[in-house]
């Protein structure tokens, strides 16, 4: 019998330690605290009050509900636009290498410049947009004055920033796929656009997998273009967790702002893990 | 009826031409082998015969009717790809229907079309498996019935076994053998293993630098190849050729002989030394070093007693001496 011997776990003890350090210990430090009304110097303990709190607040549900559509939308968008540029520009058409970089440019500009931009472009009177728009003799909307409009408008500029990653990968999920499939579905008489519902999007499922839930979980931890451009209004028309728990934090709220983040966390897992779950049985090897 | 016909067939990618001018005629029913070494072009003719690919030049023409600018299913053929190329997120019922479902054809009509494939190449109880689930003569199968489901005038195969094991591909010469006798259609099937092309074939064409070597039954190219290079290319081991002093000796460019024609004999007149011997069982393949000639492969029985180092005596039997103007 082989003798088990401490050798083997040196190779894993620095990453256990970074991982207990940085994740381990904040999250189950943040689960207690989040049972407190904290300050930095002391702290009691209150059970679940901030929790029931936190979902008495129409203004905090609210942040919760919009987070949910925001990832939502966000990620829907990615994924059907993403895939659909990524055809485009697989497709051997005029400065296709050109133009890859022109649509993952907005992945490389700081999130705040693309939100104070935006917030200008946006602007009701003065925007670049509404200009444009009163050119066609178009009354353009108050994009981020408008509280049934703000939340929408960010998550616009959201996937006019995250577009070119989704792109990206799926890029690399077309380049995985055998051209003989193609050649088969011609041979069959498929037409272009049978190739592409019956050939292209399910072969290309692994990166359909991979941008819903990179772009659903960027979509609910998202804060700073929320931030930027509207800080949650007008009102709480635009808020989301994260800016619903920066604003409980500001305010002296420790506590309930922690719970915000462990409600978050919480949210992640129960909607991601199942998805996951579902993604990953409909996934194909190539 | 399904006569393939080829005229003066060109195909250049850019600048460079990679067939130059192919006449070729494939008759109703013909099991015709292009075969080759990479790089001679037989993938592209077939992918020119298939619509896959545009021809640069000239005409095809399939029962008489011209067919080179039509799209692949236009031309009423169909074809099975190196990989196979199954729809690994389609069980195997709905890639073999899968032609059907894109025509739209009524869902009883596919599954009955599959279920008839399905019984003739035994595939009846995989239909409900995905591809990753099926070994490797599985899936040729089921790309065959995905061919077949279609009932084409033409079938092309694109070095279908390449991917299978020595064992499998020998059981699936048979079991296309035995289709193409059942089916009675045409085929046309790309290798570069003569050996697929020798046992399967009605027809073999030889192609070599995007031209035809020579067409021809696979013994009219075994007993009267036309050149050095169809004789060294058809036949294992590979025929001896010799160019130089010894073929001058023999009034010609190039003298061949192919390893079993060369009996091993203490009175023949060539004489040399063993310098490995690969035992087969039924055959020992003999490599040697002979004066003269130099390096020469020699089929003999396989209970041959032969060991490297021997020396040995051979001679040709003289009726299957090959002599070769210039290559």
Known sequence: MRRKTPYPYWFVAPAAIIFTVLFTIPTVTSLYFALTRWDLFSQTFIGFDNFVQFFREPGLTRGLINTVIFAGLTSGLKTVLGLLLAVLLTAGIFAQGFLRAVVFFPVLVSTIGVGLTFTELMHPTDGAINMGLSFFGIDGPGWLTNPDLALISVALVDVWRGVGLATLIYIAGLASISPEYYEAARMDGATRLQQYWRVTVPLVRPATTTVILLSLIGGMRLFDLIWAMTRGGPGFSSDVLASVIYKQYQAGFYGLSTAGNVILFILIGVLVMPLVYWLNRREVDL | ?327
């Open chain 2, 1 to 327: 009826m399904a006569r393939v016909e080829l005229h003066d067939i060109r195909k250049s990618f850019g600048k460079v031409e990679v067939i130059h001018g192919i006449d070729l005629t494939i008759e109703d029913g013909e099991f015709c082998v292009f075969v080759g070494p990479s790089g001679c072009g037989k993938s592209t003719l077939l992918r020119i015969i298939s619509g896959l690919e545009e021809q640069t030049s000239g005409r095809i023409e399939i029962d008489g009717r011209d067919v080179g600018n039509l799209e692949p299913v236009e031309r009423d053929i169909a074809m099975v790809f190196q990989s196979y190329a199954l729809y690994p997120h389609l069980t195997v019922g709905e890639n073999i229907g899968f032609g059907l479902s894109l025509a739209r054809k009524p869902k009883a009509e596919i599954a009955e079309a599959v279920n008839r494939v399905a019984e003739t190449l035994q595939l009846g109880h995989l239909l409900d498996r995905r591809p990753k689930e099926l070994s490797g003569g599985q899936r040729q199968r089921v790309a065959i019935g995905r061919a077949i489901v279609r009932d084409p005038k033409v079938f092309l195969f694109d070095e279908p076994l390449s991917n299978l094991d020595a064992a499998l591909r020998s059981q699936m010469r048979i079991e296309l053998t035995d289709l193409h006798a059942q089916l009675g259609s045409t085929m046309i099937y790309v290798t570069h293993d003569q050996v697929e092309a020798m046992t399967m074939a009605d027809k073999i064409v030889v192609l070599k630098d995007g031209a035809i070597e020579q067409v021809g039954t696979p013994m009219e190219l075994y007993d009267k190849p036309a050149t050095p290079f169809v004789a060294g290319f058809i036949g294992s081991p590979k025929m001896n050729l010799f160019d130089g002093d010894v073929a001058a000796q023999k009034g010609c460019e190039v003298y061949g002989i192919r390893p079993e024609h060369i009996r091993l004999t203490d009175d023949g007149d060539w004489h040399g030394r063993v310098r490995l011997v690969e035992r087969l069982g039924a055959d020992t393949i003999v490599h040697a070093e002979m004066e003269t000639f130099g390096p020469m492969i020699i089929r003999t029985d396989g209970q041959s007693e032969l060991r490297e180092g021997r020396e040995i005596r051979a001679a040709p039997m003289p009726e299957r001496e090959f002599r070769f103007g210039k290559s």
